[in-house]
């Protein structure tokens, strides 16, 4: 294991390496791992209420009516050039006042139907967050994990 942190962690959590360990299949292929999805969904959803939160100013503390969770390589082309996308309808409804979307538009920077995604740390993390037909909140983890999230 190459990242000392990482080592020490699971040498302090056999519980958890277990759990790891468990999840891990090889295979002609090379190494998977079978992700815990209902782990994956919470964690996901609670950045997305978040980034909703700070951003829109739309506080939602109920379950989303719509999460994904895929690797963006197994996505195919149209569905990645989608998801990607900041171009969305033209909205009549916009952000909160005094959200960070609102204030984005009001100096200028977006339109409401176009905000840019936000990188939070290049290549590792970024989000674009919504009002489009309701709150969307869309993430990239480390250019793998691609998550989307939708209250109607």
Request: aromatic share 6%; with cysteine; proline share 8%.
């Amino acid at each position: 294991m190459a990242r000392p942190k990482i080592r020490r962690i699971l040498s302090q959590s056999p519980a958890l390496r277990a759990r790891i360990e468990q999840s891990r299949a090889e295979s002609a292929t090379g190494v998977t791992f079978a992700p815990e999805h209902e782990r994956v969904s919470s964690v996901v959803c609670k950045l997305a209420q978040g980034h909703a939160l700070f951003e829109l100013r739309e506080p939602h503390p109920e379950p989303p009516d719509t999460i994904h969770v895929a690797p963006l390589g197994l996505t195919l082309r149209a569905e990645r050039e989608a998801f990607e996308s900041t171009h969305g309808p033209v909205i009549s409804v916009w952000p909160e006042v005094r959200s960070r979307a609102m204030q984005h538009i009001l100096h200028g920077i977006d339109a409401p139907h176009e905000c840019p995604w936000l990188v939070v740390q290049s290549g590792l993390y970024r989000f674009h967050a919504s009002v489009d037909s309701g709150i969307r909140v869309r993430i990239v983890i480390h250019e793998y994990l691609a998550c989307h999230v939708h209250w109607k």
